[in-house]
């Protein structure tokens, strides 16, 4: 029976999903904790090192690699049977970036499974530290960068998004500015996602467009390296970059360590990866136009397909590539489920708990709002961290609870409008989507039915069907990306949450509240309470 690999290597956890080709159906899905299981050693915390400023934030890439032994370990040790794995692919945190040092590019190609891939890989980094995707710190590099290409609409235009804090040839151009010697020694500049795939194939592995296209380097049309982009990034940069391959390229077969090690077959295909968001389109079967899905994990994501490039003009939102070799829109809203968290903490809450306080307080929350900032924000653009409370107070734990979810929803209407997807069904996925009350209010502030899948692992499960259709492909056996995620990827029926309308009636009239929250906190806007005032008395 052939079976493929997804992994997941993501903020808060390395993650597997073994799809059984024949049967077809998942095997095992099985996950790795990072605090839990590498926090003492690394000292992160939910996967990221702690910093004084706010706007650092990084993780130690050797943590990524010892989870990787760690899960094939348990995997191997559970009993599953690595050797019937014909292919191997896998999701990486979009964004984040890996600097390995010619020690590191060379020793690639020699891995020795007598040792432990984080002590044998040590001193290969010319940065020992990989900025990730919630890192807020490079501002001036991204107008540096911005005015060097033309200006914001410039920079969209040409590789799908303006210059965000977190994308990849920011951190890079901030890196050559402050570490400029290390900078000189770096030979390779790795996404998450191609550092975890070279590791996997033994030697060097190309990124794909889709992760590509959040790094504000890559040409979002040819799909090649942008030569003005990487200009306005950093000198000597190009031949410190891994060449770009589309989704379904097999890298070669799998290292000999995890063969020695873990049992794999020699002839399983060690395939590209791509970021957790163009796989997580491909796992929840968005492989044609229509539905949306909207993502609770680490972040909260709003995604969909898209057939044409296409750019948000009002500069939040991005265009990616996806694995079918089209494109996808997204936006991230990076205060997801780390702000729910929050709340929840604060009022010494579990999610059961959280979730009765959902449903103990009235749809629209009496008009009480929250603009959970509580760490830098990537949409709407905050730097500085702050929590603003209109007409709720701090005290009362669960109107906190409900405020912080409806004000996630409500953005998240607001700021996807230039999508122009008016979809009424929205798919689930994320850590988050498991609580059904949050979906309640998914449903009702979005006016659309909502559907859970079946497995909480898009990203994984979206690596692992890439990795089939790698394999057909690579057969001679090409099929259509339909059939691919035919079975796999769909919602579970009976999980429908329809909206209710009288509850969709209350959010539209809320969301010019919030709007005026909004542009008082951020634009200095007129004081929100009058037409909170004129809310409630309706
Ligand atoms: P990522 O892949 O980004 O690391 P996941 O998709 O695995 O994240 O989601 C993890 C998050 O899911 C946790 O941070 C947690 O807050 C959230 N979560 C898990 N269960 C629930 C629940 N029942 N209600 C709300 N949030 C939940
Ligand atoms: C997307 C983004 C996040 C990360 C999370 O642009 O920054 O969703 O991909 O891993």
């Given amino acids: 029976m052939p079976c493929v690999l997804g992994l997941d290597s993501s903020t808060q956890s390395l993650s597997a999903i073994l799809l059984d080709l024949d049967a077809r159906e998942a095997i095992a899905d099985y996950s790795v904790d990072f605090d839990e299981r590498l926090g003492a050693k690394y000292g992160v915390e939910n996967g990221v090192l702690p910093n004084d400023d706010p706007q650092v934030k990084h993780s130690p ?15 191997k ?47 290969c980094f010319s ?89 504000n380097l890559m040409d979002i049309r040819t799909k090649a390296w942008s030569p003005a982009a990487i200009e306005a990034c950093a000198p000597r940069l190009r031949s410190k970059l891994p060449p770009i391959a589309p989704a379904d390229t097999v890298v070669g077969p799998i290292a000999p360590y995890f063969v020695e090690k873990y049992g794999f077959s020699p002839d399983c295909k060690a395939c590209v990866w791509s970021g957790d968001n163009p796989n997580s389109l491909v796992g929840v079967g968005l492989v044609s136009s229509g539905k949306i899905c909207l993502s609770l994990g680490t972040s909260d994501t709003y995604f969909g397909y898209m057939p044409e490039a296409q750019v948000d003009p009002a500069g939040e939102g991005h265009c990616f590539g996806s694995p079918t070799g089209a494109y996808m829109s997204l936006i991230c809203f990076k205060n997801g489920s780390l702000a729910r968290e929050r709340v929840r903490d604060a009022y010494g809450m579990d999610w059961p708990a959280f979730s009765a306080a959902l449903r103990a307080t009235p749809v629209g929350n009496g008009g009480r709002l929250m603009l959970p900032y509580f760490d830098t924000e990537i949409v709407p653009n905050v730097l500085e961290p702050k929590v603003w409370r209109f007409g709720l107070d701090e005290a009362d734990g669960p109107a906190n609870c409900r405020a912080v979810v409806e004000a996630q929803q409500l953005s998240m209407r607001i700021h996807s409008r230039w999508m122009g997807v008016d979809s009424t069904t929205i798919y689930a996925t994320g850590g988050a989507s498991a609580n059904r009350e949050i979906l309640e209010v998914m449903a009702n502030v979005h006016n659309a039915e909502v559907y859970q899948f079946p497995v909480g692992n898009s990203a994984a499960l979206g690596a692992a069907l890439r990795a089939a259709h790698a394999w057909y492909k690579g057969n001679g056996d090409e099929q259509p990306w339909e059939q691919i995620v035919s079975g796999y990827a769909e919602p579970v029926a009976a999980s429908r949450l329809a909206p209710d309308p009288a509850s969709a009636a209350v959010y539209n009239e809320l969301i010019p509240v919030y709007n005026a929250c909004e542009d008082h906190a951020l634009r200095g806007g007129p004081d929100p309470a009058p037409l909170q005032e004129a809310f409630r008395a309706k």
């Fill in 61 to 75: 890439p050797q943590m990524w690699l010892e989870a990787l032994d760690l899960l094939l370990g348990d995997l």
């Fill in 77 to 123: 040790s559970q009993g599953v049977n690595l050797s019937q794995v014909v292919a191997v692919a896998g999701s990486g945190q979009q964004h984040g970036s890996v600097y390995l040092n010619p020690r590191g590019v060379t020793l690639l190609g020699q891995l020795d499974p007598h040792l432990g891939l984080a002590d044998q890989l040590d001193g």
């Fill in 127 to 215: 940065r020992e530290t990989s900025p990730i995707w919630m890192d807020a710190s490079t501002w001036r590099e991204c107008q540096e960068m911005t005015e060097a290409l033309g200006g914001p609409k410039a920079v969209a235009e040409l590789t799908g998004s303006c210059c965000f804090e977190r994308f990849t040839g920011t951190q890079i151009r901030r890196f050559w500015k402050s570490e400029t010697d290390d900078y000189d020694r770096t030979a390779r500049i790795h996404l998450v996602s191609s550092f975890m795939a070279s590791v996997l194939a033994g030697a060097e592995a190309p990124l794909d467009p889709g992760d590509g296209a959040g790094m």
